[in-house]
């Protein structure tokens, strides 16, 4: 494996087209392709729009034309072998006269991987790995879900210094501040579904849209899950125009997320209360927690999280903290702390 300093760089100007702003989230990876040259010079590039839209390299190739032949491909995903939405784009760069082919991360979706193979059972110099954990991290919870057949799930919630998250009388509303409510719309636009529960649904009636005041930008609402059996009375705002909505009906986290991956979501962005939160933690299917915590104090009220069957200290539940960040409103007494770990 060698790469030349042009690739790495065309590499990192890929990473940068993958993760162009606009791009709607969905079944699909981001993924950008440049076409260099023998002298390393850029010749096209191109990056993929969203499910059922031309990919990077059908793209860059398009863009290219005849200045195709020659070149050498470099992409951020290998090479697709199939025909789903779109044609294969192993034919395409063999069709279009490519010499080298050079990728991020090896595709683990299995319907369409092999194009590495394909390329060079054609003759076609194939080297893959550069800059591999990059690739990975512009489709982190897409990468995830395909290698584990299931949504990558963030576990977020917002708590009292002594683990509350709503008062004795059951008011909840204003725990985290306003920057920290902001950050979550910002977290909520990154994912491709929001999951809560019946009983969240019933008693907090959250709406659970990206709502225009925060500023995200945003091309699509994610979609709003709620799991459970519970009949639930009508005009609750979860199910208002302003995004889509589903119903799971099943109380088993495994089942729910398998769901959601069928409708095509790799994202999953839990929200729901204590037991919902308590039933996936015991069921090992939180992946990464987002707490925010605020510097109050309620001494009674409802627990952040339901019983996780652990009785004694031994058996608690440890997790990796990866980023610790102050969020801060109009004044110091408002500073939030969010923490992010990873779960399970
Ligand atoms: C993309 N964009 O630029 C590349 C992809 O049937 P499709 O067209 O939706 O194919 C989706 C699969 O193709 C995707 O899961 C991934 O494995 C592969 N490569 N996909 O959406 C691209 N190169
Ligand atoms: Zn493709």
Request: charged content about 20%; proline content about 5%; overall charge neutral.
């Given at each position: ?159 009292t210094l002594d683990g509350r998250s709503a008062a004795a009388d059951g008011t909840s509303r204003w725990v985290s501040s306003p920057a920290a409510r902001r950050d979550t719309h910002l977290l909520r636009g990154a994912c491709d579904v929001m999951l809560v529960g019946t009983s969240t649904v019933e008693v907090d009636d959250p709406e659970l849209t990206v709502r225009d005041e925060f500023d995200v930008p945003l091309s699509h609402q994610p979609l709003r899950a709620v799991m459970g059996l519970r009949d639930l009375p009508a005009g609750r705002r979860v199910f208002n125009e302003r995004a889509e909505s ?99």
């Open positions: 494996m060698g790469f030349t300093a042009g690739e790495t760089a065309a590499m990192r100007r890929a990473l940068v087209l993958a993760q162009s702003p606009g791009v709607p989230l969905g079944p699909n990876p981001r993924v950008g392709c440049v076409l260099l040259d023998d002298s390393g010079t850029e010749v096209a590039e191109g990056f993929h729009r969203g499910a059922g839209t031309a990919h990077a390299e059908a793209d860059a190739l398009l863009r290219a034309g005849d200045a195709a032949r020659g070149t050498t491909a470099v992409v951020t995903l290998e090479p697709c072998n199939h025909t789903g939405r779109t044609g294969p784009c192993a034919q395409a760069l063999i069709a279009a006269g490519v010499r080298r082919v050079v990728f991020a991360q090896a595709d683990p979706n299995p319907q369409a991987a092999g194009g590495a193979a394909t390329l060079r059972a054609a003759g076609i110099e194939v080297d893959q790995g550069l800059l591999e954990p990059d690739a990975r991290r512009v489709n982190r919870a897409w990468t995830f879900a395909l290698d584990h057949g299931r949504p990558f799930v963030t576990w977020k919630f917002a708590t589903v119903r799971l009906l099943t109380r088993d986290p495994q089942a729910a997320l398998q769901q959601l991956f069928e409708l095509d979501r790799r994202h999953v962005f839990l929200e729901g209360g204590p037991t919902l939160a308590a039933s996936f933690l015991r069921a090992g299917l939180v992946d990464e927690i987002v707490t925010y915590v605020a510097p109050m104090l309620l001494g009674a009220g409802r627990a952040a999280v339901g019983d996780l069957g652990i009785t004694t200290i031994a058996q608690a539940r440890h997790f990796a903290v990866t980023d610790v960040t102050a969020l801060t409103s109009h004044d110091d007494s408002d500073t939030n702390v969010r923490i992010t770990m990873r779960g399970n």
